[in-house]
């Protein structure tokens, strides 16, 4: 160890994760906890439920167009992914602020920045393979209701 490092965390105490206040001791209570999660990010972050108001769009759209059960796939990963990457943002955001709370920090903003960075690309890639798969049947449906 260099001199001047903080002694390490003893390796029994990460692994038993006794540094966790506490600790989900059934998948019940994992499952409690993830939705605890979800319905927060659902009821405090509106690009949450932006993302979910568009996806809920995509894939009712995919539903009345009859997309094949891959396309259906493909939109449904894509929308999760969002989702899931807007949950990790707001992850991070929480860490962030419970490190640093109200004072500018330079490595606050790269990490919320890059947090949010993540969402915008994954979202951007999840409206790509939207509209490339919802588009075309779309346009032919609508060119034979009108003619
Ligand atoms: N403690 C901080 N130090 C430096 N910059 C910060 C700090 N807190 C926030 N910021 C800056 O303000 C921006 C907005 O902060 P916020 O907490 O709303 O995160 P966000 O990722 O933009 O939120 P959302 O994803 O909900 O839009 C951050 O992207 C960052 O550039």
Redesign the pocket.
Known sequence: MSPGAPNPTPKNKVYDRQLSWQVAHSLWASFRYATQGIRYAFIT?R?FRIHVLIGSIALGLGLALNLEAVKMAVIALTIGLVLALELI?TAI?SV?DLT?EQ????L??IA??C??GA?LIGALASLIVALSLLIPPLLIRLTSLLG
């Open positions: 972050q690009n943002n955001e962030v640093v004072q500018y920090h330079d606050a903003k919320k920045d947090a949010a969402v």
